[in-house]
Nanobody, 117 residues
Framework: QVQLVESGGGLVQAGGSLRLSCAAS????????MGWYRQAPGKQRELVAT???????TYADSVKGRSIISRDNAKNTVYLQMNSLKPEDTAVYYC???????????WGQGTQVTVSS
């Protein structure tokens, strides 16, 4: 089992920045992918960004160029730096963990990001 604890959400004005953090604990070993998804009201959950244990990054087109995902393997923590935020970035952001050795996926409890215009 893996537990995920998120932090860093909040209210920010358009054009501002936020940094989300997600710390993983529990049974952690082997290759894994961590990242962030988001879900806005009335919409499906969508990918924001992911990073593998080898450092390969994937970004949604909607955040590419405005966001940077990084990880601290020693702390089992992933970060999402979001800049130039837009009202359409408003959503609940969920931390995601994929364990390659058994194929299990884990989700955090979600953190609200609200961008005011």
């Amino acid at each position: 089992q893996v537990q995920l604890v998120e932090s860093g959400g909040g209210l920010v004005q358009a054009g501002g920045s936020l940094r989300l953090s997600c710390a993983a604990s529990g049974t952690i070993f082997g290759a894994m992918t961590m990242g962030w998804y988001r879900q806005a009201p009335g919409k499906q959950r969508e990918l924001v960004a992911t990073i593998t244990s080898g450092g390969i990054r994937t970004y949604a087109d909607s955040v590419k160029g405005r966001s940077i995902i990084s990880r601290d393997n020693a702390k089992n923590t992933v970060y999402l730096q979001m800049n130039s935020l837009k009202p359409e970035d408003t959503a609940v952001y969920y931390c995601y963990y994929y364990a390659s050795y058994d194929g299990r996926q884990y989700w955090g409890q979600g953190t609200q990001v609200t961008v005011s215009s």
